[in-house]
Protein backbone atom coordinates (compact mmCIF):
# COMPACT_ATOMS: atom_id res chain seq x y z
CA UNK A 1 0.00 0.00 0.00
CA UNK A 2 1.07 3.78 -0.77
CA UNK A 3 1.55 5.98 2.07
CA UNK A 4 -0.96 8.23 -0.42
CA UNK A 5 -3.46 5.55 0.39
CA UNK A 6 -3.06 4.87 3.98
CA UNK A 7 -3.44 8.57 4.58
CA UNK A 8 -6.77 8.80 2.08
CA UNK A 9 -8.14 5.62 4.09
CA UNK A 10 -6.71 7.42 7.61
CA UNK A 11 -8.66 10.49 6.93
CA UNK A 12 -11.83 8.27 5.83
CA UNK A 13 -11.69 6.73 9.06
CA UNK A 14 -11.77 9.65 10.93
CA UNK A 15 -14.27 11.35 9.04
CA UNK A 16 -11.85 14.23 8.70
CA UNK A 17 -12.45 17.02 6.05
CA UNK A 18 -8.81 18.80 7.07
CA UNK A 19 -6.07 17.33 5.17
CA UNK A 20 -3.69 14.42 6.77
CA UNK A 21 0.08 13.98 6.65
CA UNK A 22 2.47 11.90 8.32
CA UNK A 23 4.04 14.86 10.28
CA UNK A 24 -0.08 15.55 11.49
CA UNK A 25 -0.01 15.22 15.47
CA UNK A 26 -2.83 13.30 16.25
CA UNK A 27 -3.66 15.27 19.21
CA UNK A 28 -4.36 18.18 16.77
CA UNK A 29 -7.13 16.27 15.03
CA UNK A 30 -10.30 16.86 16.76
CA UNK A 31 -11.55 13.54 15.89
CA UNK A 32 -8.80 11.42 17.29
CA UNK A 33 -10.57 9.82 19.99
CA UNK A 34 -11.16 6.54 21.56
CA UNK A 35 -13.45 5.49 18.97
CA UNK A 36 -10.72 6.41 16.36
CA UNK A 37 -8.70 4.48 18.36
CA UNK A 38 -10.54 1.39 18.21
CA UNK A 39 -11.21 1.91 14.48
CA UNK A 40 -7.77 2.28 13.60
CA UNK A 41 -7.57 -1.03 15.57
CA UNK A 42 -9.49 -2.76 13.76
CA UNK A 43 -8.23 -0.88 10.49
CA UNK A 44 -4.43 -2.60 11.10
CA UNK A 45 -5.88 -5.42 12.10
CA UNK A 46 -7.98 -6.09 8.56
CA UNK A 47 -6.04 -4.62 6.43
CA UNK A 48 -2.46 -5.80 7.62
CA UNK A 49 -3.10 -8.68 9.75
CA UNK A 50 -1.44 -6.28 12.58
CA UNK A 51 -2.82 -6.79 16.18
CA UNK A 52 -2.00 -4.08 18.46
CA UNK A 53 -3.56 -3.01 21.81
CA UNK A 54 -4.89 -0.12 22.88
CA UNK A 55 -2.02 1.04 24.82
CA UNK A 56 0.09 1.47 22.09
CA UNK A 57 -1.98 3.92 20.98
CA UNK A 58 -1.42 6.15 24.05
CA UNK A 59 2.46 6.65 23.04
CA UNK A 60 2.05 7.96 19.20
CA UNK A 61 2.41 10.94 18.17
CA UNK A 62 1.94 11.47 14.53
CA UNK A 63 0.26 9.73 11.83
CA UNK A 64 3.69 8.59 10.69
CA UNK A 65 3.48 6.36 14.20
CA UNK A 66 0.74 5.18 13.40
CA UNK A 67 2.23 4.09 9.32
CA UNK A 68 5.51 2.36 11.42
CA UNK A 69 3.44 -0.09 13.21
CA UNK A 70 2.94 -1.46 9.62
CA UNK A 71 5.85 -2.77 9.85
CA UNK A 72 6.84 -1.77 6.44
CA UNK A 73 3.38 -2.51 4.67
CA UNK A 74 3.11 1.09 3.96
CA UNK A 75 5.88 2.23 1.66
Given at each position: ?15 CDEPV ?18 ACLAY????FGIQT ?23
Open positions: MTVEQFLADFQELLQTLETPLRSLEEWDSLAVMLDKKTFAVYKDLQTVADIVALTKGAVA
